[in-house]
């Protein structure tokens, strides 16, 4: 009982309470200029089918590295356009068929992790190749129409299960090259 008392207390106290709508801000010079700027919509440099067929490819050729025993796409080939920067496409990797995903995840012996371990270091520069290939194929690709001064990102993170060593591993790898075929440019973090 005496809870109900307080309830219809407290519903009365807040009911007085009303919210007054909100008044029109002064206009500022600022505000003055955008109200008067027309904006238009610039047709992108590439367009997104162009994104999606080129993505699509890269999951191909990250997902086919390393003959028998390939890389794992687990987070598929993003590609964005930045106006002045150039294209950018990122993905995330497992470097070989690990245990330990899935609904029954298992942890491995000590020998097995020494395994993978061993079998991950070689396969970095098989994935460092896969990468400097498809910077170099998207740099030629007609598909893309870059200017010159723009660039090409491939930025790959590698993912890894919390019982892994990864002494010697990368967390990523990002190559970047100029579209007119400059220097490729490698950053293992």
Excluded at 52 to 75: F, H, N, Q, S
């Amino acid at each position: 009982m005496k809870w109900t008392a307080c309830l219809i207390a407290a519903s009365c106290l807040t009911g007085s309470a009303q919210v007054s709508p909100m008044k029109k801000a002064a206009p500022t010079a600022v505000a003055a200029n955008r109200a008067g700027a027309v904006v238009t919509p610039e047709k992108p440099a590439i367009a997104l089918q162009t994104l999606g067929t080129l993505e699509k490819e890269m999951d191909g050729r990250l997902g086919a590295t390393g003959a028998g025993d390939p890389c794992v796409v687990l987070g598929l080939t993003r590609g964005l356009y930045v106006n002045g920067l150039g294209a950018i496409f990122t993905s995330e990797v497992d470097l070989v068929n690990s245990p330990g995903r899935g609904l029954f995840p298992t942890t491995p012996s000590p020998d097995e992790k020494g395994l993978i371990h061993k079998r991950k270091l070689a396969r970095v520069p098989q994935l460092q190749q896969t990468i400097r290939d498809m910077v170099l194929s998207l740099a030629a690709s007609p598909a893309l129409k870059l200017a010159d001064s723009d660039q090409i990102v491939v930025a790959v993170r590698l993912v890894y299960r919390p019982w892994e060593d990864m002494s010697g591993l990368p967390g990523q790898i990002v190559i970047r090259a100029d579209r007119r075929g400059g220097a490729l440019k490698m950053e293992v973090q």
